[in-house]
């Protein structure tokens, strides 16, 4: 199973080592034809208007493609890139996953801070890392929420895409690309 890791800017080498942990083989997507090789993509966080800046029109076309077709997995800034609707500034998303995010929507006063909650994906609570985190606003039909820090969906999915509004790959705890990688395994959706 081979599985990219979008990384062209951010703290994607963390999601390479939890990966390669896991099993997985991993492969840094720099170029557009690097995106047809993979079986599954993980989008890091980092600034989500420097990845559009960064991505070039070529590779924005393939990212496009594979959104819509192979599993995904967006943290934060790649929350933000695979959402249907962005503010706080309005953005264009690549409309993979039907909700709405606020870039920073935590504000200034806990921009950063790291909790501990529930989680659908069984045992104990998740520890959550939030970094300038995105708030999710709404989450459209059939959007599984697998996560909440306090009213708000922090993890969530539907079909083969899945979103992090923190940053699981600088945790300990393993599930949620566990999670991840079991979705590559059965296929596209
Ligand atoms: N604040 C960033 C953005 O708006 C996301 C932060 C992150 O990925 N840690 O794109």
Request: include cysteine; charged fraction near 25%.
């Amino acid at each position: 199973m081979k599985i990219g890791v979008l990384a062209l800017q951010g703290d994607f080498d963390a999601h390479r080592r939890r990966l390669e942990e896991l099993g997985a083989e991993v492969v840094l997507v720099r170029k557009p034809e690097q995106f047809d090789g993979i079986d599954g993509l993980i989008i890091p966080g980092g600034e989500s208007s420097t990845f559009l800046k960064l991505l070039g029109e070529q590779s924005f076309q393939k990212l496009n493609d594979f959104v819509h077709c192979k599993p995904t997995f967006g943290t934060c800034a790649g929350a933000i890139l695979l959402a249907k609707q962005v503010e706080n500034p309005h953005q264009p998303g690549l409309n993979a996953l039907d909700i709405t995010i606020r870039r920073n929507g935590y504000g200034r006063q806990i921009d950063s801070t790291i909790v501990e909650a529930a989680t659908t994906l069984g045992g104990d609570p998740l520890e959550m890392v939030f970094i300038r985190a995105p708030r999710i606003e709404r989450v459209g039909e059939g959007v599984e929420v697998l996560a909440k820090y306090g009213d708000d969906p922090v993890l969530v999915r539907k079909g083969s895409v899945m979103a992090a509004t923190f940053h699981p790959e600088l945790s300990d705890d393993t599930r949620v690309h566990a999670e991840f990688l079991k979705l590559v395994k059965n296929g596209t959706k």
